[in-house]
């Protein structure tokens, strides 16, 4: 799924109107409709007191179309104007007199130092905050600001309007008091970037996209920085296998890396790339790593360096497919020098995660050796020590592009939500949980991602499609194992569950199947009865 920018979801909105030879107002009224098809789904009419607080912009007017809705339809609604300037949208003022025409009276004006603490709003009760939407570009005012804090201090679930207002879409919060922080975000069309990243992320707990009808050929041929991958995107890089193949047609991975007490590392990224599907698997490590490895995996071939406790001089007289470097590696002066002579002879994609990543911050000249379309897998602070620190999460991402740019290479930043950065592209995956958060988690992507490419999936392809399998196998094993119980080799165990479930059909979700087992009821109550 595309993530619009602010400007392409402006422009959407434009050449929507002209093509489907609708008017701006048109379009807001599919706004407000789906919105309030989402909420009546989901209460059915229950009697929950919901407070409506529109800004005077377009957000105020999806809000108004809302509320009109919803007391048309018999909910108990109160509907309030945040009236904190003098300029207002034509469609909010068109909106504003349509419901006056249903409700017989205007909405209550709240206009800017206005005592609102008078306003009873209980902790069942539900708040739609449809005050800003993605045109802010400067913090709200003091007393706005104190309007959503008495918002959150109410305790009631507060559900938001394309994003929550407060959040800008393409720079940070100077002030986490001036954004709404959501429960539930209803994204016209398209997911906000902001939605995913670490310092934004915590203002909607959950979202979801609501189409309202944006042209089709506009959505399908606009190039946007940012995607969104989840198993739609994903099913089309699938290599489904002939029935004639055999091993040497899915590569050999070799996984270079391993020290004195750190050969769990490998066996954790070995184990996870013949689980994805390599032809063969071929571990280089310092000679104390041979016989756990040997013991701990049958079908896995080993090569050890000359030294006994790490890696001192990397040769071997293989060709591997690609080779996936720096779990447990260990950053010795001997092990540096090693890579570095690697470096300087090696043809093979490589994937580089930990030491691998820790030796190239300290040592920068090798990243000018490294081939295109390398991959490098670094979690926070193997990032900083890379590109150095950064102000907040934009500045990285311009930061990491840069890098990405400047050496010709994949970068995963690795997260809750990881990114993967091409150029001046970004892919965010949606798999994954915090279990993850255990060590050997990013061993065992560095296995995956590696045998993905021995089986002859381009870089980023493999990149992309190998952190999606990575969270979707903890995904799986969160079932069985809890957040606090999940250890990395389960991410391994569960790959096979990960590749049944990308041909899964999506179960039918429980409001339909409640919804047309009522029609199927009301049906046959209808029907005569036989004698």
Request: charged share 25%; hydrophobic share 40%.
């Amino acid at each position: 799924m595309k993530i619009l920018s602010k400007e392409q979801i402006y422009e959407g909105d434009k050449l929507t109107t002209e093509r489907q030879n609708i008017s701006s107002t048109d379009l807001m009224e599919r706004a407000g409709t789906q919105i309030f098809n989402w909420i009546h789904m989901r209460m059915q009419g229950a009697q929950v007191p919901i407070h409506v607080f529109c800004g005077i912009g377009n957000n105020g007017g999806d809000g108004l179309v809302l509320a009109r809705h919803l007391i048309t339809h018999g909910y108990n609604v109160v509907t309030y104007i945040v009236n904190c300037s003098d300029k207002r949208s034509k469609d909010f003022l068109i909106n504003y007199d349509r419901i006056k025409d249903v409700t017989k009276e205007w909405p209550i004006m709240l206009s800017c130092g206005a005592d609102f603490s008078e306003i009873v709003i209980e902790e069942r009760d539900i708040i739609v905050d449809a005050v800003f939407g993605i045109g802010l570009n400067r913090p709200p005012n003091e007393w706005v600001q104190q309007l959503f804090q008495w918002w959150r201090s109410s305790k009631a679930y507060t559900l938001a309007i394309d994003i929550p207002s407060g959040l800008y879409t393409d720079k940070a919060v100077e002030d986490e008091n001036a954004v709404v922080h959501a429960g539930y975000t209803l994204s016209f069309q398209s997911p906000k970037l902001v939605f995913f990243l670490p310092e934004t992320a915590k203002y909607t707990v959950q979202w979801e996209v609501l189409d309202i009808g944006i042209d089709r050929d506009y959505l399908m041929q606009t190039e946007t920085e940012a995607e969104l991958i989840a198993k739609l995107e994903v099913l089309p890089l699938y290599k489904p296998r002939d029935k004639f193949s055999h091993k040497g047609d899915f590569g050999h991975v070799m996984i270079l890396g391993g020290s004195y007490g750190k050969i769990g590392a490998v066996n954790l990224a070995c184990k996870a790339a013949l689980s994805s599907g390599a032809g063969l698997v071929t571990a280089y490590v310092p000679e104390c790593g041979y016989h756990s490895l040997q013991t701990a995996l049958p079908e896995l071939m080993v090569i050890t360096d000359e030294h006994v406790d790490f890696i001192s001089n990397i040769n071997f007289n293989i060709d591997p497919t690609v080779v996936g470097v720096g779990v447990g590696l260990g950053t010795e002066d001997e092990t540096i020098g090693a890579l570095e002579n690697f470096l300087k002879t090696n043809k093979a994609p490589l994937v580089i995660d930990a030491d691998g990543l820790n030796i190239l911050s300290k040592k920068k000249a090798l990243l000018k050796l490294l081939p295109e379309q390398s991959i490098l897998t670094p979690h926070p602070k193997e990032l900083e020590r890379l590109i150095g620190k950064w102000s907040d999460d934009f500045e990285k991402l311009k930061k990491v592009k840069a890098f990405s740019k400047k050496y010709k290479v994949i970068l995963l930043i690795k997260g809750a939500h990881s990114i993967t950065v091409f150029g001046d592209k970004l892919y965010v995956n949606t798999t994954g949980n915090p279990g993850m958060a255990t060590g050997g988690s990013g061993d065992v992507l560095t296995g995956i991602i590696s045998g993905l490419i021995a089986q002859g999936y381009e870089q980023l392809a493999a990149t992309i499609f190998g952190v999606y399998l990575h969270g979707k196998s903890a995904d799986i094993a969160l079932e069985d194992y809890g957040y606090q119980s999940l250890i990395a080799s389960h991410i391994t165990d569960y790959m096979g569950k990960a590749y049944i479930d990308l041909f899964k059909q999506p179960e039918e979700p429980q409001e339909e199947a409640q919804e047309e087992q009522q029609q199927k009821a009301k049906k046959q109550r209808g029907r005569p009865k036989k004698r």
